[in-house]
């Protein structure tokens, strides 16, 4: 069994996910996602889509990075 980096579960379906250089263990998604999921630079929340990147700043969508001063941000469109 393994133990889940965020809460400490010890459950014996963990899952690891690797981004980069980072890792970890994890007994679920809502897990993986609080700890590995990036951070709005704006609003804080995680994002869990393609997101909006500006300067190498992520955020989570175009008006939260055209609130911190990037008038261009646009939403992909599908």
């Known amino acids: ?7 400490g579960n010890d459950c014996d379906k963990a899952f690891t996910i690797t981004r980069g250089e980072e890792s970890g263990v994890f007994d679920s998604f809502e897990c993986a996602i609080a ?3 990036p951070s709005c630079a704006h609003c804080g929340c ?33």
């Open 46 to 78: 995680r994002i869990l889509g393609h997101g909006v990147e500006a300067d190498d700043t992520m955020f989570c969508c175009s008006h939260c990075a055209r609130e911190m001063g990037h008038p261009s941000a646009t939403d992909t469109k599908n």
């Open 35 to 37: 700890t590995m999921a």
């Open 1 to 7: 069994m393994s133990v889940c980096d965020t809460c």
